[in-house]
């Protein structure tokens, strides 16, 4: 079959030879009745591109030119770019943070053992001589690293900020290494009840702090950096992605724990295990969200907690000592117009406040017990705030302070009302 293509090829180029023989005769004829000079041009040029077709390296190099391709500039924007991402890298790498997690863990050997020691001697003299056996024992315990997670300072003075799932562990030390290699015992200052939040506090001065942004004004397709211990082994591990979505609601595992993850980020940028805690950028090294949760089945498709909530967090510590978070004190499910339609409810949107097998709707004393709320209440509006899918009331909620009057708006029955309530202080669970 190739030897066939060839021949063709080649029969095909000598007849093409014969017809660019007459048309050049033509030509030669018709160049004739022109001036001399226009006509030596006008062969010269049209007998170059004649020989650049049987000859293309030849006519290339008669003409000056080189075969090889010069280099292609990058694209300006791109070097731009580029240059931004690390410019913003370098601007919150110094505050990342490397935490440890380590835990007395039992040390287990073989022992040996005599699976029929405790029959009696004259019922052991049947069994003769038994091989030796071995079952595991324990012989102690020493301490071990057991995990690893992200985090980043937010004060000078040594608070750092990190998820609360990554010092979950009551029963466990937890270690900080700085960006320059320096070990730091981390005690535990505070774990938000709500949120997957926690800060911790090293003893340490003059650390370089992290700049908090606005995740409000994030937007889709921005670009998102994350950093991190990736894998709780490569420290300050950089990705870059895009914001892939926003106010995302997901339920997040780990270990013995399932939780619900309300209004999260989400971005492509590479979130490994080991990550969590640790910042997630804008191009200007503001941090926008921190590294929480990644789905294990898909690429590239993880989760951060919008950096606004973790704001109010780091305020009430700095103030209190401790994370204080208002309280309202009612189950409800989300009403969406799928929900409303398959129970039949009048309205599209707001919050149905009803009992679980957890609890009963409006908890005793709370609040919302104070202020009047009633099983199958369905809560419209807080403050003027729309109850919603994207705005769901536990969100509302906790963008409010301890001690705060609101004003609710609750549809019940066919009737419209309003009521006011004074959020607490959410009791320790």
Do not use: W
Request: charged share 20%; hydrophobic share 40%.
């Amino acid at each position: 079959m190739g030897l066939r293509i060839i021949i063709a090829s080649t029969i095909m180029k000598k007849s093409f030879a014969v017809f660019i023989g007459g048309v050049v005769v033509g030509v030669a004829i018709f160049a004739s009745l022109y001036a001399p000079a226009a006509r030596a041009n006008f062969l010269n040029d049209f007998m170059s591109g004649i020989s650049s077709f049987f000859s293309p390296s030849a006519t290339s190099t008669a003409r000056g030119t080189s075969t090889a391709q010069a280099p292609v500039p990058l694209y300006q924007p791109a070097i731009d770019y580029e240059r931004a991402v690390v410019a913003a890298v370098k601007k919150a790498e110094p505050a990342v943070v490397a935490i440890t997690i380590t835990k007395n863990v039992p040390i287990i050997e073989n022992c040996p053992s005599r699976p029929f020691g405790n029959l009696p001697r004259e019922f052991q003299q049947f069994f003769g001589d038994m091989p030796e056996f071995f079952t595991p024992c324990q012989r102690g315990t020493e301490k071990q690293d057991v995990g690893g997670g992200s985090g980043f300072v937010i004060s000078s003075d040594g608070l750092v900020l990190t998820n609360r799932h990554v010092v979950s562990d009551t029963k466990a030390s937890y270690t900080v290494f700085t960006n320059d290699g320096k070990k730091y015992e981390a005690k535990i200052l505070a774990r938000d009840p709500v949120q997957d939040l926690a800060i911790l506090k090293i003893d340490a001065k003059g650390l370089t702090t992290v700049e908090l942004g606005d995740s409000d004004s994030v937007e889709l397709g921005q670009t998102a950096i994350a950093i991190g211990n990736a894998l709780g082994e490569f420290r300050n591990t950089v990705s870059a992605g895009v914001i892939s979505g926003l106010a995302r609601t997901v339920t997040a595992s780990g270990g013995d724990t399932v939780e619900t993850i309300t209004g999260v980020l989400q971005t492509d940028a590479a979130i490994n295990p080991g990550n969590s805690g640790g910042p997630l950028l804008n191009l200007r090294g503001e941090v926008i969200g921190i590294n929480t949760a990644i789905a294990s089945d898909a690429q590239n498709v993880g989760f951060a907690i919008p950096v606004n909530r973790a704001k109010r967090a780091i305020t009430s510590v700095k103030n209190t000592g401790e994370i204080q978070t208002p309280f309202l004190g009612v189950r409800y499910v989300l009403i969406t117009p799928e929900v409303a339609k398959k129970q039949k409810i009048g309205v599209e949107y707001g919050a149905l406040v009803r009992g679980t097998g957890d609890g009963p709707a409006v908890a005793p004393g709370s609040p919302a017990e104070k202020a009047g709320v009633l099983a199958e209440d369905i809560i419209l509006d807080v403050g003027g705030k729309k109850v919603d899918k994207d705005h769901p009331l536990v969100d509302i909620i906790a963008g409010r302070n301890v001690d705060e009057s609101v004003t609710l708006t609750v549809r019940r029955g066919t009737k419209t009302i309003t009521l006011t309530v004074t959020l607490t202080k959410r009791p320790n669970e």
